[in-house]
């Protein structure tokens, strides 16, 4: 059997980090995302180029992307991916992320019990959303053993938005469990539902939009309801990833795939069968997203894609520092609340010191 066809061997690892909704408002590093001054709006990770050009090859250089990605291929096995930082739909007008002092806490995170205050898409989010690049091996074979995913960017999708591993917050628990909503009226008098984590299983870090599970907003882009999942992105190895329906438009169950949440089978891009990873409908589990690689990645592309995850530390100075040189962005715009409370994001050192640092 080819190495594209195989199942991948051997249980996979797990690693279980925080990533946290970060409102970095400065630009990402020399390589992907946070904790620098520097100005630049783009940034990147890479593969070797190595293998021989397979199935996966041809499917890929095939590959439509929306608007906000851009697809070159630098040589036979590569590809480089650039996003604008910005998905291709259009994200909630607002929010949950975790709360300071100061901050009206409007809602909690159902497991984790993290207080969470509103925040505007249009006035903070999205002036945060950086580019980045990644350069992926697009001739992936399977590993002898899987290597765990981390914090950060695992794959990318075609919407422009990174793909990430299933935790939130805290070391253990997955971020669509540990899910909050709340419903209010705002300033225009429209009624609005900010969420942690929206209902495309979505939200920011501060420099990337990423999803930590199954994300409608994508799939509903190349799927009908009932059919088979399409492919809708690739992982950092190379393997593509999908939706969470078969060939027969049949839901995927998670004891059908392995430790990576990879399976062998016919889609529509691979009708003979081939390895990819899926996104399991309704999954509330650590296996809502992709756990593990099966095929080979380095040290350095991994290390690359976790530095689109800011530490809380990290984020706030640089939110302060921001702030200081554009004070037009000290605040969003107040939102009314029910019973006329308003909700007003407090400064930067104040968060801080809720939070201890």
């Known amino acids: 059997m080819n190495a594209f066809v195989r199942s991948a061997l051997g249980p996979g690892r797990q690693i279980s980090m925080p990533c946290f909704l970060a409102l970095c408002l400065s630009g990402a590093t020399a390589v992907l995302g946070c904790g620098s001054s520097a100005t630049s709006s783009s940034s990147s990770t890479s593969t070797a180029s190595t293998g021989t050009p397979n199935a996966y090859t041809t499917v890929y250089k095939a590959m439509t992307f929306g608007s906000t990605v851009t697809a070159t291929y630098p040589s036979t096995c590569e590809m480089t991916l650039k996003t604008t930082g910005k998905p291709d739909y259009t994200p909630n007008a607002y929010y949950l992320a975790p709360a300071g002092t100061g901050q009206t806490v409007v809602a909690h995170t159902s497991v984790t019990n993290t207080a969470l205050a509103v925040i505007s898409y249009a006035s903070v989010i999205a002036p945060s959303l950086q580019g980045s690049s990644a350069t992926i091996n697009i001739c992936p074979t399977l590993a002898s053993s899987t290597t765990a995913t981390g914090l950060g960017a695992i794959g990318y999708l075609i919407s422009g938005t990174a793909m990430f591993n299933s935790f939130e917050m805290n070391a253990s628990t997955p971020a669509v469990s540990d899910n909050a909503s709340y419903t209010f009226t705002d300033g225009t008098g429209t009624q609005q539902t900010a969420y942690f984590l929206d209902q495309c299983n979505s939200h920011s ?104 995850a800011c530490n809380m530390k990290t984020m706030f100075a640089m939110i302060e520092k921001q702030q200081d040189k554009q004070p037009a962005r000290r605040t969003v715009a107040d939102m009314k609340m029910p019973g006329a409370a308003t909700c007003r994001p407090a400064p930067c050192s104040r968060r801080s010191a809720a939070l201890g640092f």
């Not at 999908?242 to 438009?249: H, I, S, W």
């Not at 004891?255 to 409908?281: K, R």
């Not at 650590?286 to 290390?303: E, F």
């Open 205 to 308: 870090n501060g420099t990337t939009w990423h999803a930590h599970g199954n994300p409608n907003c994508v799939t509903s882009q190349v799927d009908t309801g009932t059919g088979p999942s399409h492919m809708i992105g690739i992982a950092l190895d190379g393997f593509p990833i999908y939706g969470g329906r078969d060939m027969n438009g049949t839901i995927i169950t998670t004891s059908q795939l392995d430790a990576c949440n990879g399976i062998t089978s016919a889609t529509p891009e691979f009708p003979s069968g081939a390895y990819h990873y899926v996104l399991p409908l309704n999954v509330t589990t650590k296996y809502a997203s992709i756990n593990c690689y099966s095929g080979t990645v380095s040290a350095g592309t991994m290390a690359a894609g976790r530095k689109l």
